[in-house]
């Protein structure tokens, strides 16, 4: 039977089901995923080469029952170390990798439903984007916690068209997650490009091993980076490591650096320790937006695209320096107000800050366009995700001409409510704080405008988050009760 990739993902996904009764949680159950289907997906890419023979995908199927579990394990061990598989990306994506399945069935059972999928449509349509298709699938799955590191896949298209990747550039991300920002941005470029085949050989080399670079802190979701990447056929350097300690300075000179970093503090309160930044501070998104600005190259094109909650706009003390350091370094010609609900964490409000390096460090931000998305909108939820078209009017306005010829019809004076808006440096500077958190429609009627449906769904929404926020809380209870 022919099947689409979302059917395939479908089909991946209930395999959690098999899983359920060895406690296995949907992270480790995508990680345990990730540790079959690479051995899978190259067999069906043809690039076993660097894979022991003994550990390929046609001897799994060799072995059954505890035969099977003991044969697993020992792959696991060896595949992820360097002595016994000489392949530095095998060796990350399987670096201190066990298995979370007790029961030998469970195992055979996945091997040979997986082994059974319509493979042959998965190439077709690629083996990369069914394995994007399974990290949103992971996502948009509350329970799996996954969320905050999965950014919408229609904001990162967004953010990657806006910012306009060319052949040549380097790219980065400092907070790369499943490394979606980079492989959107490959993806662009090989639309542009005739999947690459219009560029000489030198070039389609630059593009696979180092167009495309990032750093991911937490292990496991680099091991899904590291799997992402390698489907999508790029091999450039995708490090583990905390991107503000020392480990993060090779980060510098890019083109082009698109990114969603992590929101809050560092753990204990701790500030960052890369000795490089001008200022100090514990706050985690002020720090990635300094080594952003600051990473980028200083040609009067190095750009960005970043996404940064609300408190960026207006935090005080090294807020506002550091604020007033990417207005003087940077031309922060753009921010685009996002709206609540397109994120695993609904109360987080977020931005896009838009901005190009200067060739000097002054004076380099003249005017900024805000457009704001996030009043008057419809809601947005798990039962009504964020799509492409959402950004239609943002990305019309955006491209209108340059950045100094958008449309004036959108200004103040004629368009009072509308979403659109310029501010002069004179008027960011004048603000408190230097407070670029700027918000001017009206929110009245602004619930009158949604649609039955569209309350009712978000009604829907947060009942279901309720409960199960409770069921959670019953289990911990319960746990607590098996203790005593």
Known sequence: ????????????WKESDVLRDDGVTYQDY????????????SKEQNEEAEIPEKYRWDSLLQYEGLELMNFYRQLLLDLGNPQKTNSPRINAIYDNASTSIDEPANLEKIIHDIDGLDWFSARQEGLGALYEGLLEKNANETKSGAGQYFTPRPLINMMVRMTKPQVGERLNDPAAGTFGFMVAANDYLSEQTDEFFDLSQEDRKFEKEEAFSGMELVPNTHRLALMNQYLHGMDGRLDQGDSLSAAGKWMKNFDVVLTNPPFGTKKGGERATRDDLTYETSNKQLNFLQIIYNSLKTDGHGRAAVVVPDNVLFADGTGEAIRKDLLNKCNLHTILRLPTGI????????????????????????????YDMRHQMRTFGKRNPLNEKDFAEFEKLFSADDLTKRKENWDKD???????????????????????????????????????????????????????????????????????
């Open 1 to 12: 039977m022919v099947m689409s990739n979302q059917e395939i993902v479908q089909q991946l």
């Open 30 to 41: 995508v990680t345990e995923l990730t540790y079959i289907l690479f051995l899978k997906m």
């Open 343 to 370: 994120f695993y964490a609904q109360g987080v409000q977020t931005n896009v800050l838009f901005f190009t390096r200067g060739a000097s460090d002054t004076d380099n931000t003249k005017e900024i366009w805000i």
């Open 414 to 484: 004629k368009n009072p409510n509308g979403r659109w808006r310029k501010f002069t440096i004179d008027e960011i500077m004048k603000r408190p704080n230097t407070s670029l958190d700027i918000s001017w429609m009206n929110e009245e009627e602004e619930h009158d405008n949604r649609s039955l449906k569209e309350i009712l769904s978000e009604m829907n929404d947060k009942s279901t988050a309720i409960s199960e926020a409770i069921a959670e809380l019953n289990k911990a209870l319960e746990g607590i009760n098996d203790e005593d």
